[in-house]
Structure formats: C-alpha cells, structure tokens
C-alpha cells in the first residue's frame, strides 16, 4: 500500500470511529446538582492503581485509543474509555482494476477485563462495503446483525504496543497507542 493510501485509512479510521461506531457515541451526561457546602464531605482520593485493578476497575493501561501496526491493506482502531467502554472501526481496501473495494465496520459497547482476559460486548454496529466488481451488492451503514461477544487475552509488550489475541482462532493483532 502506497504511503497516500495508508494515510487516507487511517484519516477514514479515525475521523469515521465516531461515525462507525454508531451516532451519539460521545455521550453528555447531566450536569450533577449542585453540593451543599455545609453537608458535603470531599471526595475520597483515588485508590492507587493496584487497588483499582483489584476492585475491577478497568485498567489505566488500556484507556486511550489504539491503532494496528501491521502491515496490508486492513486498518482497525479501538478505543477505551474508562467507564468500560468501547468504540471499534475497521476498513479494509484494496485497489482492483475496477476501481477501490473498501469494507467498514464500526461497533461499539462495553468491555470486561480480569486479568489478562478482555471481552468486548458490542451492543450496536453497521457495517458498509463498496465493491466495484459488484456495485448492486454495496450498501452503507447496514447494522451488524450479529453481535456477539468477543473474547480476547491482551498484553503489552516492553514497548508499549497492545497485543490482542482471539480466544476462537489465537491470531495475535498488535496495537500502537495513539496520542
């Protein structure tokens, strides 16, 4: 892939992730109602970090979005946030004789983590493909019908990339942090 294309991927991965993971990602909560300053105590300081993995807290090392390091014509992100969950975009492309196939995914849901087991839940999704060979057979935004849970070991290596690897087929995927 030429150095262009793998840029446009990466612009279509993450200017699309809160697309693809379905509108209204980014959720506002409501403000909370004002203290009583007579009644209220401070809030306790957080637990240091080997308390708040004990308690199941979702791991520091994790939150943050995470982009694939390897090689081909596949870009995935995932993003982790702290109240466990997450947001996943997927574009694959590739350069035909008839034009550019591309197909996108996006889902989004909640994620557990015990130990060195991550589970992702996904409770919406679309998916989308463009096939030029085929131009009847695209469609855009079609939400994922199945969404199952998907079951991964993660681990971080001395570098800090993420490894994630699939509980059904072992393939390892490895992840760099984005800033």
Known sequence: MTPEGLARLVTVALVSL?????CGYERIDPPAPPADPVTSAPAPP????????ATGAFPAE???TWQSTGAGDALLVYRFDGDGTYAHAGVLSQQRPS???????GASGSVDVDGERLVLRPESGTTTLTDPDSPGSSYQDRPMTDLSAEE????????????????????TITYRKQS
């Open 152 to 171: 991964y070991t993660w681990a971080l290596s001395a570098d800090g990339d993420l490894a994630l690897t699939e509980a059904a087929s072992g393939r």
């Open 18 to 22: 809160p697309v693809l993971a379905g």
């Open 46 to 53: 957080s637990p240091p970090a080997a308390e708040t993995a």
């Open 99 to 105: 034009g550019v196939f591309s197909y996108e995914v």
């Open 62 to 64: 994790l939150l943050g």
